[in-house]
């Protein structure tokens, strides 16, 4: 039975995620901030037939994160999948909150990596070697024609750089590193407005992962697989 750790999985397309992971037969570590109040995620593991278990895990504490690799040691993870983030509402220039930022990164840049080199030994153990981290169109550069957003954009651009990093160290480990980009999905974050269901996103992403190579890796891809500009 394949394992994935996943981050976020109490809400939106963390929770799709473990939903749908957790349907394919998948052993499914889930973690969120505060297991007590997660009474969605905690209705999936209870009905997972122990597939699901659920973990205390703050991104942004390195301790709980040196904790649980700790808890897991001798463990292979075949899928660790970054998706917990955030997008901190912010105002126009002259009025940026910069603690607000500081705290973009720390939960959408610095969160991932953490998690990477804490598990790292997890992953390059397991038979599927896949890190995964949920990024968003709005981290391209290329793409960045309206300004504006200032924290979110900068910390996914960052993560973005820093995942070609891991991919071209953990490379000659076998390690396949992705960045995907989930569509504009209706989600707590998303918004109402956004056109496309967590379902389907999710759908699509775990396709792009399965089929995913050693040649793909430190690839910027989107739900559908489409190669997204930098």
Not at 89 to 98: A, I, K, N, V
């Amino acid at each position: 039975m394949p394992t994935t750790l996943i981050t976020g999985a109490n809400r939106g397309l963390g929770l799709e995620f473990v939903r749908q992971y957790a349907e394919a037969g998948w052993r499914v570590l889930a973690c969120c901030r505060d297991p007590k109040a997660a009474t969605d995620l905690a209705a999936l593991a209870g009905g997972s037939g122990g597939r699901v278990t659920v973990h205390a895990l703050d991104v942004t504490d390195p301790a709980r994160a040196a904790a649980l690799a700790a808890e897991l040691d001798g463990e292979a993870i075949d899928l660790l999948l970054n998706n917990a983030g955030v997008y901190e509402r912010e105002g126009p220039l002259g009025q940026l909150d910069l603690a607000a930022w500081e705290r973009s990164f720390r939960v959408n840049t610095l969160a991932p990596l953490r998690l990477a080199e804490a598990l790292v030994e997890h992953v390059a153990r397991s038979q599927g070697k896949r890190i995964v981290n949920l990024t968003s169109l709005m981290g391209s550069i290329a793409d960045n024609q309206s300004g504006g957003s200032y924290a979110y954009r900068s910390s996914k651009a960052a993560l973005n750089m820093a995942t070609v990093c891991l991919a071209k160290d953990l490379r000659p480990r076998g390690v396949i590193c992705l960045l995907l980009h989930p569509g504009w999905v209706k989600t707590d974050m998303g918004g109402e407005q956004a056109p496309l269901e967590a379902p389907e996103s999710v759908r699509g992403m775990r396709a792009v992962i399965e089929r995913a190579t050693l040649e793909d890796t430190g690839a910027f891809l989107d739900y559908e697989g489409d190669v997204l500009p930098w």
